[in-house]
C-alpha cells in the first residue's frame, strides 16, 4: 500500500522554526516528486514546495521561498521541509503528496494534481 506519512507539526511562535517530515513507502520514491501542499483555515489548499527525486529540481512559491528549504534522503524515502522565520499567515495543514510529474514553478493558491496524498500535520504559528 502507499503510505506517505508527514510529522513534526506543532505550535511555534512567529520567528520560529520547525521541520516536517514526510515518510514514503509503497512507491518508486525515487521517480517521483514530492510535494508539500497547505491548506489553511477557510482557504484552498496551495502546493509551497516540490522537489524531483530525479533530478533534485526544487521549487517554493514566492510566500515561503527564501524561509523554507525542501530535502529529500532517497536512503530513507523521506522528504523533508525546514520552515524557518514562521510567520502567522503559516498556519495551515500540511500535507505532503507524491506525482510522477517532475517539480514544475509554483504560484500562489494553486496545486498542481498528485497521484497520492498523505495526512496532513497542523501547523500553527502564534504572533
Known amino acids: 500500500d502507499v503510505q506517505l506519512q508527514a510529522s513534526g507539526g506543532g505550535l511555534v511562535q512567529a520567528g520560529g522554526s520547525l521541520r516536517l517530515s514526510c515518510a514514503a513507502s509503497?512507491?518508486?520514491?525515487?521517480?517521483?516528486?514530492i510535494a508539500w501542499v497547505r491548506q489553511a483555515p477557510g482557504m484552498g489548499r496551495e502546493e509551497i514546495s516540490c522537489?524531483?527525486?530525479?533530478?533534485?529540481?526544487?521549487h517554493y512559491v514566492d510566500s515561503v521561498a527564501g524561509r523554507f528549504t525542501i530535502s529529500s534522503d532517497t536512503a530513507k524515502n523521506t522528504v523533508y521541509l525546514q520552515m524557518n522565520n514562521l510567520k502567522p499567515e503559516d498556519t495551515a495543514v500540511y500535507y505532503c503528496?507524491?506525482?510522477?510529474?517532475?517539480?514544475?514553478?509554483?504560484?500562489?493558491?494553486?496545486?498542481?494534481?498528485?497521484?497520492?496524498w498523505g495526512k496532513g500535520t497542523q501547523v500553527t504559528v502564534s504572533s
Open positions: 509503497g512507491f518508486s520514491f525515487d521517480d517521483y516528486t
Open positions: 522537489i524531483s527525486n530525479s533530478d533534485g529540481i526544487t
Open positions: 503528496a507524491a506525482s510522477d510529474v517532475l517539480c514544475l514553478p509554483l504560484r500562489s493558491g494553486m496545486y498542481y494534481s498528485m497521484d497520492y
